[in-house]
């Protein structure tokens, strides 16, 4: 049997843990998925701010993420 190429695809789903750091209010992203739950534990317990360096970051709402991923595509 073959696929039927009229079917459109659906883009694939991108997740991703957002930090946003209380020091200075800069938003990145700490990580995607898919990925162990235990390493994207990690990579949360150790962010650390990259603009000026608090290492106690809050997470990013779900919003402030999707802002960050559509700047990263756009970049």
Known sequence: MTPD???PLEPQRVDALGAK???????WIVG??????SLM???A????CPK????????????E???L???EREA
Not at 21 to 27: E, I, K, L, T, Y
Not at 45 to 48: I, P, Y
Not at 52 to 63: I, K, L, N, Q, Y
């Open 69 to 71: 991923l559509r700047k």
């Open 5 to 7: 190429t009229n079917v």
């Open 21 to 27: 750091c209380v020091s200075c209010g800069h938003a």
């Open 45 to 48: 317990k150790r962010a650390m």
């Open 41 to 43: 534990a990690e990579l």
């Open 52 to 63: 000026c360096g608090h290492t106690r970051p809050d997470v990013a709402s779900d919003s």
């Open 65 to 67: 993420v999707l802002r």
């Open 32 to 37: 995607y998925a898919p990925i162990a739950l």
